[in-house]
């Protein structure tokens, strides 16, 4: 026979992961600014493939395994679709790896939020929640 | 404005099958049940069979499992509301994960290394157990890492 000390740690330390998984996935996190020395890292129309909005861009980042992709873009397409500055650009990401690491983007869905120089202001990780990309995307100037 | 499509393997397009997004959370709850009785008493039976359920998930879908089968025949009836869907991608990748700790955990423990049938096993518990009581996604935190990983082995 076994133990039960295998098991009760492998609970243990994924329910602490899944508090925080839960906690995090979703949350529109906005960016510190920078300081003065550091250049500006932009984000150019060239590397997403389109055109940026006047005022925001939203760029996903998608994968084939991913369920909450689906929903994301449907949400996103929702919410631009009111907003005539506010492009929202859905990205196969396995296909921009170049772009992936250059903003250190782990999981899919993540939607980056970019204002009109292309300067990242926001992101969030996973499904973001409806409430708070309108907010975000109202304090972007 | 509007959304521009820069994703090939947009899961818009029409050839995407989509089906009962609880099913799989249900499955992998049955999963986390048997891989704990699994991990406790060692059994090699029980591992195989979540073995064989791994694989039938993997290359035939996972709304084709024993689990989902269980699913649809005494679960579902008793649900009401909209049925939310999922493309069937997701979770088949996660059967797949699945499949491969099994493997590695049976080919252990036949073997006679108990430390692999351990790590082997939990691995596959911590994602089914991540699954269905936190909704976890594996093919969302796993799949671009591994893309990203490769890429930079291939260069």
Redesign the interface.
Known sequence: ????T??LL??I???G???W??RSRGRVVTASPKAQSEPLRLISSLE???EL?SRVTLVQ??????????AT?AL??DI??D???????????????EL??KLD?????TTIILDARGLEVGRAV?APRRDQVIATLANVK | ????????????QKNVRLID?RGPRFSATITTIIL?TT????SKVLIGIQLVVFAIGAFAGPQKTPYAFLFKKFVKPRLSGDVPT??V???Q??QKVGLLFAAVALVGTLLGHPIFF?VAT?FA??AA??NS?????????M???I??AT?RFRK
Do not use: K
């Open positions: 026979m076994g133990t039960w295998p098991l492998i609970l330390a994924t329910s992961y899944g508090f998984y839960q997403i493939g389109s909005g980042f998608s994968s084939a395994f991913c369920s909450p992709c689906r873009r996103l397409t631009v679709a907003l005539p500055d506010v492009v929202h650009v859905d990205i196969d990401a396995e296909s921009h790896l992936v690491r983007i782990r999981s899919t869905p996973g | 404005m509007a959304t521009i499509n820069r994703n090939p393997s947009s899961i818009d997004a704990a991990l406790v008493t060692h999922e493309d991608r997701p979770p990748f996660a351990v939990g518990l911590a157990f991540l009581a936190f909704n976890f996604c594996l093919g969302c935190e799949y671009l890492l893309a990203r890429h």
